[in-house]
């Protein structure tokens, strides 16, 4: 037998335990700081707004089935179709890839939690600030009802008067901030807490995808963030940022919201490629083929993402040359995208594939994808734009590369990453045939679209007349979608009752290479007792029979590892951030802040202290009072 | 199969340090992601004044003067002198040095405040209200921007000198020190620029 020297897994485990548990209760719930429990709160929230902005989808599909419909006014339509994609994009699409990320990163690095835990905290708590921000007036029919990109003028104090639209702009506030709070903290962990071993050259692509997807967060929401806060000025306090009289100009508003805009599509679809990457490796029972050239293409698509976002533009009447360079970049961005089908296909091709549920929706992504791509190339062509811009052929465009590139891919990565997350296996059967119903009423219910747009149907438009003839595709595009939907609730459905009758998982049930995959299932708080160590991208292939670790980081303290940025060499421990209720208060500082300004400027005035106070209180360090404050204190040395 | 794999020790870690100071260190990495965040809203509003000034007739408009030059100029040469003693403190910071850290801290605490006055005055005298065109509004957010990260390091000095007078600390505190000082090496860069927009652009179109 090996003679190596095994660690006392119990005892380890036992104190790691005391050391990174909760509090009990609504305390616990409140102050938690485990990367897990944060993530799955994320979760749970955006897939209630998913399935919210599904409902209103569907609402959507039935108004447009019939001509002359009127069961839905055009106020009600504009409605809709604004809190449809606003939530969409804004509050389920970022949030859930940051969300996974936040969930999976620690894991895949083998530590026991992300770089600034508290930070994660205030992230969530402003995440739901923005929820409430957009769904509280909802309620109080104060909804938003201009689109998800809100132009001025229409959207300037002229002509768009009571607080419609303040609610959409502040809620992009809390969001961002909640986003590059997440961001900041994925970029830090992944480059500054990998295990010894792990390079910048070994490192899985998920892990790459998410490095680059968060580098493009903080590069990017500052424009929509700036350009929020201007129009918002423009409301409140008469600035005349797009006030063409004053000097001001309309067309800056959609520079700044599309320099945003358009990597935020990649900011979206980036992690989802890093999602495919782990299951396609996994169930092709093979190293991913060309793990270089896809890491590049990543890093190609951060590139080029931004510097795209005209081709929202062409119809505003750009300069010819402008609009052929973007014609141009938009279309190179097919290349780096294709490339990396070209090594899916190719990494199946050479491997056993197993033709699992996780599997199925990559294969789905990649035939959608594909049709999505396509009809992009098309559009970024400013000729054929200007024919197709603001018709269905636009709205079938963007939900294949959304829901296709990039949803799909996520109800893998739930499938794949759910025994992990509960300890228990989702049901194969109910499964597929949740797969098979969302992909085809998916396919069902959008690829009419394109035609709908060729025949000349426009968007956001709430009803039609019978001469048109678009009523059959409409009503096959409500079929396809009302099935896409059943499908979505069996998934909702097979994962509720697997997680509490499914089959035990075990770690490993993939038999994947990762190194989330060498903790217990479900997670304990602190996921690893000992630091891993790595020296392949696929560290567990073949299982090994001991997995090789640093002793040293405190078992009684939160403590973590810190490592040096390319080769991963330690570098210091550094004690993790306890539970604490600041972030949370915090949060609820900002939040009053951020709704008061869109009443008073003083907001942003009085705010600062409540803020200021709250972040002091959080990141007050707890050390030993010097004797002279001892002594003023009142306090025995 | 599926089970959890022995664990074997190859290394161990215990010796390292508690903190390491600069980029050696994990902070110091969530403040630069910060400061890339807050760098990118300052280039995207810098290129928006720019934009509406290439399209402008005239900068400023008729009838508004360009900001007075002399509190400009004043603030211009006290935030980057204050930038000696900042770098001498992150200095004397990171050699754990805390006798030396306090006075810095004081000082660049002072050195806020003479600025935060400073800025009121300059305010007062941009020579155009937000309200009252393009300008206005372009000027007032540039200057906003820079005020708003100008009273984030003020405070945050403040707590720390506070802080560092009353408690005893440990490496990971001369860390934020450091990391504190870094940040307000942001806040000294980021102005240079902003001041030609702000002051120089008018004079010159």
């Known amino acids: 037998m090996s003679a190596v020297p095994i660690l006392d897994r119990a005892e380890a485990e036992a104190r790691c335990l005391a050391a990174w548990r909760d509090a009990p209760g609504l305390w616990g719930f409140l102050t938690t700081v485990d990367h897990k429990r944060i993530a799955g709160r994320y979760v749970c929230t955006t897939m209630a707004l998913l399935f919210m902005a599904g409902v209103l989808a569907l609402d959507m599909r039935l108004q447009l089935a019939f001509p002359g419909m009127h069961r839905m006014g055009a106020q009600g339509y504009n409605e809709a179709f604004t809190l449809h994609g606003s939530t969409m994009l804004f509050l389920v699409s970022v949030p859930v890839m940051e969300a996974m990320a936040m969930w999976l990163v620690p894991l895949m690095l083998g530590q026991r939690n992300m770089a600034f835990p508290r930070l994660n905290a205030f992230s969530y708590w402003t995440y739901l600030g923005g929820v409430l921000m957009l769904w509280v007036p909802h309620a109080l029919n104060v909804t938003p009802d201009l689109g998800w990109f809100q132009y001025p003028p229409l959207s300037g104090p002229g002509y768009a008067p009571g607080h419609r639209t303040d609610v959409w702009a502040q809620m992009i506030t809390f969001t961002e901030v909640a986003a590059l709070s997440v961001s900041v903290n994925t970029a830090v962990t992944i480059l500054r807490m990998r295990p010894l071993g792990m390079t910048l050259a070994k490192m899985p692509l998920f892990l790459w995808a998410m490095l680059v997807a968060s580098v493009m967060t903080i590069l990017a929401l500052p424009a929509v963030m700036l350009v929020t806060s201007m129009l918002i000025a423009d409301r409140l306090v008469a600035t005349h940022f797009f006030d063409p009289v004053a000097g001001g100009d309309v067309v800056l508003f959609q520079h700044l919201f599309w320099f945003f805009g358009h990597p935020e599509v990649y900011i979206i679809f980036v992690p989802a490629l890093g999602f495919v990457a782990q299951i396609v490796e996994t169930f092709s029972r093979r190293r991913v083929f060309g793990y270089i050239p896809v890491v590049l293409s990543l890093l190609t698509i951060a590139v080029l993402a931004f510097g795209l976002w005209v081709h929202h533009m062409f119809a505003v009447g750009l300069p010819k040359l402008g609009a052929s360079f973007y014609t141009a970049a938009s279309m190179a961005i097919a290349l780096p995208t294709g490339l990396q089908i070209y090594c899916w296909i190719a990494t199946l091709w050479g491997g056993r594939p197993r033709l699992t549920t996780p599997l199925l929706w990559v294969i789905g992504f990649i035939a959608t994808f594909v049709i999505g791509g396509l009809s992009g190339v098309m559009t970024a062509s400013a000729p054929l734009d200007l024919q197709l811009t603001d018709t269905y052929f636009i709205v079938a465009h963007l939900h294949y590369v959304l829901i296709g590139g990039a949803l799909f891919p996520l109800f893998g990565a739930f499938c794949y990453w759910f025994p992990k997350a509960t300890g228990r296996l989702l049901s194969e059967r109910w499964g597929k045939v949740s797969f098979w119903l969302v992909f085809g009423g998916f396919n069902l219910g959008f690829f009419p679209m394109h035609f709908l747009g060729l025949m000349g149907m426009p968007r956001r438009i709430y009803t039609y007349g019978h001469e048109m003839g678009w009523q059959p595709l409409n009503v096959v595009a409500l079929a396809g979608s009302v099935i896409a939907v059943g499908g979505g609730l069996i998934f909702v459905a097979n994962a509720c009752f697997s997680f509490k009758r499914g089959a035990p998982s075990g770690p490993n049930p993939w038999e994947a290479s990762t190194l989330e995959w060498a903790c217990a299932s479900p997670p304990p708080p602190y996921n690893f007792t000992h630091s891993p160590v790595v020296d392949s991208l696929t560290p567990l292939w073949p299982p090994p029979q001991v997995l090789p670790v640093v002793t040293g980081l405190s078992l009684d303290e939160r403590e973590v590892l810190v490592t040096s940025v390319v080769d991963a060499q330690p570098v210091h421990r550094q004690a993790s951030a306890k539970p604490s209720i600041w972030p949370l208060v915090s949060a609820l500082a900002v939040s009053a802040t951020f709704v008061g300004s869109i009443f008073t400027p003083w907001a942003l005035v009085w705010g600062t202290l409540p803020v200021a106070a709250a972040l002091t209180a959080w990141f007050w360090p707890h050390r030993r009072l010097t004797p002279g404050a001892r002594r003023l204190l009142g306090k025995a040395t | ?205």
């Not at chain 2, 290129?47 to 030059?69: D, E, I, R």
Request: net charge negative; with cysteine; proline share 8%.
């Open chain 2, 1 to 205: 199969m599926n089970a959890l794999p022995d664990l074997t020790p190859v290394g161990d870690v215990a010796e390292l340090p508690d903190a390491a100071m600069g980029p050696r260190g994990l902070i110091w990495w969530g403040t630069f992601g910060f400061m890339l965040i807050e760098g990118a809203g300052f280039v995207l509003a810098g290129g928006s004044l720019l934009y509406l000034w290439a399209q402008a007739p005239q900068w400023p408009p008729v009838g508004a003067p360009p900001p007075a030059l002399g509190f400009g100029l004043a603030f211009t040469v006290l935030i980057l002198l204050s930038a000696l003693p900042n770098i001498w403190l992150q200095k004397r910071a990171r050699a754990c040095d805390l006798p030396a850290s306090r006075l810095g801290l004081v000082v660049m605490g002072l050195l806020g405040v003479a600025l935060m006055g400073l800025r009121g005055y300059e305010l007062a005298h941009l020579n155009i209200r937000w309200s009252a065109n393009a300008y206005g509004s372009l000027i007032w957010l540039m200057m906003i921007l820079h005020t708003s990260h100008v009273l984030t390091d003020l405070i945050d000095t403040l707590v720390i000198a506070v802080w560092s007078f009353t408690h005893e600390p440990g490496r990971p505190q001369f860390a934020d020190i450091s990391d504190n000082a870094g940040y307000w090496s942001f806040v000294v860069l980021t102005w240079p620029p902003i001041f030609l927009l702000v002051y120089g652009l008018p004079r010159w179109s």
